[in-house]
């Protein structure tokens, strides 16, 4: 059963909204029925209009207004799963609507056209409402003509700043009334890394604090954290981190302003910026960063936080750490620790995609659930429940060829005991040991040298000239059908913090992203 989370209309503004006129409560929404489906937000439109509607709405109603919600349910096949749509559903989190005409709204329930690969957050601005309000407000209303002159007041608005842009394409001399002379100053919310970790992260380790930007000057940008990720690796590299400093991470972030034409407002970029609601970047090359920052390509549709998970470096890493460190033939067997991660299950499925036998080890039923019946493993190991040095050799009696290393420790040592003459390692990280715990395992070398082993370390950054490459054939088999992805989301910047360390305990299923 799903909560839906609404504003209801609880008493009558009198004069400017106050606190307490709208209420926020939650609903528990019935399963969908034939031809109906379940939409969630994603962008809640606000507008004047809303103000002005006030005395015709019923107290007690959902607030109105429109948004951009995407389909997670679905059993209307005009309204499939994973589409964006725009309605008019009101100030509400979840939906249930039948996609038909309603009568009671003035504005169509419709599935979001194809914007080329800008935002879906344009279906209730630009591309939608209020740029339909402009363009036929001023065209079929006033009819201009070339070298007239229009004035628009209310001109930095949605509605105003598209009118006034329309003028000029129509040879209009355009004047705007407005009510500020400048933007105002932006205050980003930061996580600055306050106390060196000593074993698993604490409470006040990390400290979260305002910052004051400055204007952006020529050649910057402004950008607006969406999507934040969470990695493994931010434990990892934590004693390379300055005390003081913000904490290192990746993040999808929405470009607000901008004097770089290169990055250019309304588009998304990724970038290393780290644990802050807002950057002003020049938008080059940054030599303190390891993978560059990017505006991200076209997702023919899917999720922009796939830029920092399976479209992005996690993607790349799995793609370029197996591909480009193994050389996997048809019919190995490849065994992945850390299997139902952002990393190990995205390994795991190229695995199958190249035709391997694909054997994961991860530390919970409902993972290796996942891992199997989701995303076609082979075969799966619960290694907090069985005890895997007895469990891998009859899963793969003919031995191991790849192993794909994301934990180190106890249970490398065993795939290692299990390795076929000549395999191959790929050394992706050490999470069994991240928070300074001493792992549990054996001298290695023997099986290095008797095995012949190839065992190789990387960073994904060794690819930035192959960036692209890695996304794009990502993408395809995202498209295909035959890359899967799951995303473990937490909301709230204030959040991070606990998304941080829910991830280090293994509480993610596939990626683990903090939503704005």
């Not at 794009?472 to 606990?498: A, C, H, P, S």
Request: charge should be positive; charged fraction near 25%.
């Amino acid at each position: 059963m799903v909560k839906a989370k609404v504003w209801k209309y609880e008493r009558r503004f009198d004069g400017f909204p106050k606190e307490g006129d709208l209420k926020l409560v939650e609903e528990e929404l019935p399963p969908i029925k034939d031809g109906e489906y379940l939409a969630e937000a994603v962008y809640l439109s606000v507008d004047p209009y809303m103000r002005a509607y006030a005395p015709k709405v019923p107290l007690g109603a959902t607030y109105i207004g429109q948004q951009v919600a995407r389909i997670i349910e679905s059993k209307n096949p005009d309204f499939p799963v994973g589409k964006y749509v725009v309605g008019s559903f009101g100030w509400r989190s979840h939906t249930v609507s039948k996609g038909g005409p309603d009568p009671a709204a003035t504005l169509p329930t419709t599935v979001l056209p194809d914007f080329k690969g800008l935002p879906e957050s344009l279906g209730v601005g630009t591309l939608g409402m209020p740029g339909n309000t402009a363009y036929f407000g001023l065209l079929e209303i006033t009819h201009p003509k070339a070298g007239e002159t229009l004035v628009v007041s209310g001109a930095a608005g949605a509605v105003g700043s598209h009118v006034g842009q329309i003028g000029k394409i129509k040879g209009l001399k355009v004047i705007g009334i407005a009510g500020s002379t400048g933007s105002k100053m932006v205050k980003a919310k930061v996580w600055k890394y306050e106390r060196r970790f000593d074993g698993f992260p604490k409470e006040g380790d990390l400290k979260l604090v305002e910052e004051e930007l400055p204007p952006i000057k020529d050649g910057e940008y402004l950008a607006e954290a969406v999507y934040l990720s969470v990695d493994p690796y931010m434990r990892a590299y934590a004693p390379k981190v300055p005390l003081g400093a913000t904490y290192i991470g990746q993040q999808v972030a929405r470009i607000i302003e901008s004097k770089n034409p290169d990055f250019p407002v309304g588009k998304y970029v990724v970038g290393s910026f780290g644990w802050r609601s807002h950057t002003v970047s020049k938008g080059g090359p940054d030599p303190a960063a390891t993978l560059p920052t990017t505006v991200l390509p076209d997702f023919k549709g899917l999720p922009e936080s796939l830029g920092v998970g399976t479209l992005g470096m996690p993607g790349n890493t799995a793609y370029f750490g197996l591909l480009e460190i193994t050389h996997p033939k048809a019919g190995e067997t490849l065994v992945v620790s850390g299997a139902a991660g952002a990393v190990g299950s995205h390994v795991g499925q190229i695995g199958k995609i190249k035709g391997l036998k694909v054997i994961g080890i991860a530390g919970s039923d409902k993972k290796l659930k996942w891992l199997k019946d989701e995303l076609g493993f082979d075969e799966v190991i619960n290694y907090k429940t069985e005890d895997v040095a007895k469990v891998l050799p009859k899963l793969a009696p003919k031995g191991v060829d790849i192993y794909f290393d994301n934990v180190g420790g106890e249970i490398s040592d065993i795939v290692f005991d299990n390795m076929n003459d000549f395999g191959r390692i790929s050394v992706c990280g050490g999470i069994s040991g991240y928070n300074g715990e001493k792992a549990k395992g054996n001298v290695i070398q023997l099986n290095i040298v008797f095995k012949q082993l190839s065992i190789q370390g990387f960073l994904v950054g060794r690819w930035t000239d192959r960036w692209l490459e890695g996304i794009q054939q990502n993408l395809q088999w995202v498209l295909d059908g035959k890359i899967k992805y799951k995303e473990t989301r937490t909301k709230g910047f204030e959040n991070m913090f606990k998304a941080f360390t829910d991830m280090l305990k293994g509480g993610n299923i596939g990626k683990a992203i903090v939503e704005v």
